[in-house]
């Protein structure tokens, strides 16, 4: 566990702005492969998983079983 005062200093520094937002950014990305795997497992296309999603197509065929 991080002192109070590590803590202060990134603060200060706004690097725990940062690290929330990557957190964030992650999160949403998780989020989307996740809805894309359910999609794909439906029988869904990967162009129109690709328009749903926002994520590229070249992503989602390395994420996804694509044969």
Known sequence: ??????????EELGWTDKWMEKGIEK???????EDAQAMFAEGFDIETIA??????SKTL???LPVQ
């Open 61 to 63: 065929e390395s994420k």
């Open 27 to 33: 999160g949403i990305e998780k989020g989307k492969l």
């Open 51 to 56: 328009r749903v999603t926002r994520l590229p």
């Open 1 to 10: 566990m991080w002192s109070a005062e590590i803590c202060k200093t990134f």
